[in-house]
C-alpha cells in the first residue's frame, strides 16, 4: 500500500528512471512518471501501481502541462538528461550542446522551479538531481556534456541554500560508467561504439543508482545525503578504468 506520498520521476521511460520507478513504487510510494516515450512509460506504470504522463523537459508548455496533470508530490527526481557526441571543442556541434544545455540544465530548472512550492507545501519535499561524475571532472572530447553536467550540480547545489529552513531535502547523485541507453544516445543509435564503452569492465546497473536514490528519500526527515557518487570498483575516474 502506498503511504510515502507522490514521487515524480522524469526521463523515465527506461535506464535509471524506469528502474527509480520500480524502486520507490517497492518503497511505498506513489509515482507519476515522465517521458517524452508514453507506449513504454504506460507500460511500466501499469506494471507498478503508477501514473504515465506525457513529458518533453525542453519543452516550457509540455513541464506546465505535466505538473498540471501530476498534482502534489513530496519527492522529485530530476533525471531526464543525456549526451550528444564526443567531440573536440575545435570540433563541437552546437545542436549538440544546445541539446545538453536544454535537457540537462534548463529542463532541471524548468520541473525544480514549477514543483517547489508543492514539494515545500508537503511538508517533508525531497528534491534528488541525477548528475554525473562528469559534473566534478572534465575529459578530452567531452566538453558539451561535462559543461551540462557541471551547470546542472550548480543549479542543484545553490538550491540547497537557497531553501535552507524550508521543509525540503536536496540530493545529488553522481554515477559513473552506468549500461544504460545514456551511449546508444550519445553515438546516436551506434549499437557497436555503445557497447564497446563497456568492454572488460562491469558497469553500475540502472538498479544500481535507483536503489541508492531510494535510500536516500527514505531517510528520517532531518537526515540529508547531500552528495552522492558512485563508480563501479574498477572506475576510478571519467578517463580512467580497470580493463580485463
Known amino acids: 500500500m502506498n503511504n510515502l506520498g507522490t514521487a515524480i520521476v522524469t526521463g523515465a521511460s527506461s535506464g535509471i528512471g524506469a528502474a527509480t520507478a520500480r524502486h520507490l513504487a517497492d518503497a511505498g510510494f506513489r509515482v507519476v512518471l515522465g517521458a517524452r516515450r508514453l507506449d513504454r512509460l504506460t507500460e511500466l506504470a501499469d506494471s507498478v501501481g503508477g501514473v504515465a504522463l506525457p513529458l518533453d523537459v525542453t519543452d516550457p508548455s509540455s513541464v506546465h502541462s505535466f505538473v498540471a496533470d501530476a498534482g502534489p508530490c513530496r519527492v522529485l527526481v530530476n533525471n531526464a538528461g543525456g549526451a550528444r557526441g564526443l567531440a573536440r571543442v575545435a570540433d563541437a556541434d552546437e545542436d549538440h550542446w544546445r541539446w545538453m544545455w536544454e535537457t540537462n540544465v534548463l529542463g532541471t530548472l524548468r520541473m525544480t522551479k514549477a514543483l517547489l512550492p508543492a514539494l515545500v507545501e508537503s511538508g517533508d519535499g525531497h528534491v534528488v538531481t541525477i548528475t554525473s561524475i562528469a559534473a566534478t571532472e572534465v575529459y578530452d572530447n567531452g566538453a558539451g556534456y561535462t559543461s551540462a553536467k557541471h551547470a546542472q550540480s550548480a543549479l542543484h547545489r545553490t538550491l540547497r541554500g537557497e531553501l535552507l529552513g524550508q521543509p525540503v531535502r536536496f540530493t545529488e547523485v553522481l554515477p559513473g560508467m552506468v549500461e544504460t541507453e ?58 580512467r578504468a580497470f580493463r580485463a
Open 182 to 239: 545514456f551511449s546508444l544516445v550519445r553515438f546516436d543509435g551506434d549499437t557497436d561504439r555503445a557497447s564497446s564503452v563497456y568492454d572488460g569492465i562491469e558497469p553500475l546497473t540502472a538498479d544500481d543508482v535507483a536503489e541508492v536514490v531510494a535510500f536516500a528519500v527514505t531517510r528520517p526527515a532531518h537526515v540529508n545525503l547531500d552528495q552522492i557518487v558512485m563508480k563501479p570498483r574498477a572506475q576510478a575516474s571519467a578517463s
